[in-house]
Every structure is written in C-alpha cells, then in structure tokens.
C-alpha cells in the first residue's frame, strides 16, 4: 500500500522545472511515508512473533494449571456455619455432623455413599471454620448441591443455618469477588433489581426483571454491559486446536476473535 503511494509521489515530481516548493512538498511526504514504512516493518517483526511467545508458555500455563485445579476440585463441596465441637462433646462430633448432612441432604443415596470430610483453616473464637466434604463424583456433587438449595428454601431445620457451594479455584474466586464489587457500585450508582446468577457454569450480573423480547432484543444489539473480548494472532489455527480449546474452555469471555487463521476455502470447518 505505501509502496504504491511512493511511485505516485514520484510521478507528480516536476521534472525539468524550477518549481522548487513542489519538491519540498513531494520530499516531505516521501520522508512521512518512510517513517510509517519503518513503523509497520517493526510490528511485523515484533508483533507476531512477541504474541505467540506470549501465548504458548505464559497463558498456556495458567490454562493448564486452572484446569487442573479444577480436576483436583470438582467432587468437592464447601459447607459453611458447620458448629464446631464443643468442650464436653464427642470426638466424633464432626465425623457425626457429616454423617447426618449427607443423610438429609441425600437420603437415596447416603447409605451406598463414600464420601471423606475435613476442616479447612485455622480454629476461630467467632466463626466455625469450613467444611469440606468429598464425594464420589462430580455428579453427586450437583444433586447434593441442588437438593440442599430446595431444602433450605423449604425451611429445614437443620440446614437453615449453613450454606453450601462447590470448591471454587482462587480464579474463580477473584473473578466472583470482582462481580460482587461491580455489582454494588452499580447499586450504589441506582440501578435496581440486579443480581449475580450462574449461566452455564459462570456467573454474569442479570436483571431479576424478566422483560419483553423486544428489550432483550434492543439489549443484544445496544449492549448496556461490559463486553469482554479473547483476541489471538494465532498463526496457523490447525496446530493449536488443543491448546485454543484449553483456554476458551475457562474463560469467561462474550466474544472470541482469532486472526491469522490460515484456513482456505478448501479445508472443510
């Protein structure tokens, strides 16, 4: 593009002439066209090059130890307000409490259920410390958690005062910290009827209102909220497959772009 820009300039040079402004007019915009030639040779030198290096050693990285932190976690449940023992109790008083959690929480199941249990932190005067338990797979984990939510909605007496969730990694913690936070300065800014729910494993900031299609519609195209965006210069998208699927598959992005694709017409998609 620029060199075609040179050969014009280059035509309009008065040959023959005296007019001497025009050459210092051609001169000057030779000299800018240079300067833009030299910024466009270094972003191909060092833009792609930086990018990938980046991606295939830094982000792949913490893909890779975000997912398994994940593996490690997923039979997991984190129970909060569990009592602790008291002076004069059992020494089972836990292992007891466990028991008699699982019995209400999954009553089909807890006979044939092997499940492990643990205290999480450091002995506190003023709060219980977390419950942990570890069942026998990802899939008991979701009745458990689904079964406990209905139970306290119903009013059980012995759940009333404890909560329940699954074991989130310190990434997932983060980034529900900083919708908790977005969420109240949007508040405290008056927006109402606000709320944090999970949409297929992540938590988004909704409105509890349900609205008529044609908002949601209008919302969609004039989105109010933040967008977040995943951009990769990925140089040839058939060789990182794997490595592309391990990072979109935990993030939390609305949109994912990719450049550089190098895919024809004639590789089926």
């Given at each position: 593009?620029?060199?075609?820009?040179?050969?014009?300039?280059?035509?309009?040079?008065?040959h023959g002439?005296?007019?001497?402004?025009?050459?210092?007019?051609?001169?000057?915009?030779?000299?800018?066209?240079?300067?833009?030639?030299?910024?466009?040779?270094?972003?191909?030198?060092?833009?792609?090059?930086?990018?990938?290096?980046?991606?295939?050693?830094?982000?792949?990285?913490?893909?890779?130890?975000?997912?398994?932190?994940?593996?490690?976690?997923?039979?997991?449940?984190?129970?909060?307000?569990?009592?602790?023992?008291?002076?004069?109790?059992?020494?089972?008083?836990?292992?007891?409490?466990?028991?008699?959690?699982?019995?209400?929480?999954?009553?089909?199941?807890?006979?044939?259920?092997?499940?492990?249990?643990?205290?999480?932190g450091r002995?506190?005067?003023?709060?219980?410390?977390?419950?942990?338990?570890?069942?026998?797979?990802?899939?008991?984990?979701?009745?458990?958690?689904?079964?406990?939510?209905?139970?306290?909605?119903?009013?059980?007496?012995?759940?009333?005062?404890?909560?329940?969730?699954?074991?989130?990694?310190?990434?997932?913690?983060?980034?529900?910290?900083?919708?908790?936070?977005?969420?109240?300065?949007?508040?405290?800014?008056?927006e109402q009827?606000?709320?944090?729910?999970?949409?297929?494993?992540?938590?988004?900031?909704?409105?509890?209102?349900?609205?008529?299609?044609?908002?949601?519609?209008?919302?969609?195209?004039?989105?109010?909220?933040?967008?977040?965006?995943?951009?990769?210069?990925?140089?040839?998208?058939?060789?990182?497959?794997?490595?592309?699927?391990?990072?979109?598959?935990?993030?939390?992005?609305?949109?994912?772009?990719?450049?550089?694709?190098?895919?024809?017409?004639?590789?089926?998609?």
């Amino acid at each position: 593009m620029q060199s075609k820009k040179c050969k014009q300039l280059f035509k309009e040079v008065p040959h023959g002439s005296c007019e001497c402004s025009s050459y210092g007019k051609v001169i000057g915009e030779l000299k800018q066209l240079i300067v833009e030639l030299k910024k466009e040779i270094e972003l191909m030198k060092n833009g792609p090059t930086a990018a990938s290096s980046t991606f295939n050693y830094d982000t792949m990285n913490s893909v890779v130890l975000e997912v398994n932190d994940r593996n490690r976690r997923c039979k997991d449940v984190i129970v909060f307000g569990a009592p602790e023992k008291l002076e004069g109790e059992s020494v089972t008083h836990d292992s007891d409490f466990a028991k008699r959690l699982v019995n209400t929480v999954l009553p089909n199941a807890s006979s044939n259920l092997d499940f492990r249990f643990t205290r999480l932190g450091r002995n506190a005067t003023n709060k219980p410390r977390t419950l942990k338990l570890t069942l026998s797979s990802e899939e008991q984990v979701f009745e458990f958690l689904k079964s406990f939510d209905l139970l306290k909605s119903s009013g059980n007496d012995f759940i009333r005062s404890l909560s329940s969730s699954r074991d989130r990694t310190l990434m997932e913690r983060n980034y529900l910290q900083t919708l908790r936070s977005e969420l109240q300065i949007r508040m405290d800014a008056g927006e109402q009827n606000l709320t944090i729910k999970y949409i297929k494993g992540i938590p988004k900031i909704i409105s509890k209102n349900k609205v008529p299609w044609e908002v949601s519609l209008l919302s969609i195209v004039m989105p109010c909220l933040t967008l977040i965006f995943y951009y990769q210069n990925v140089r040839g998208i058939r060789t990182k497959l794997t490595e592309l699927s391990l990072a979109t598959s935990v993030s939390n992005c609305d949109v994912i772009v990719f450049t550089e694709t190098w895919l024809t017409s004639a590789i089926l998609t």
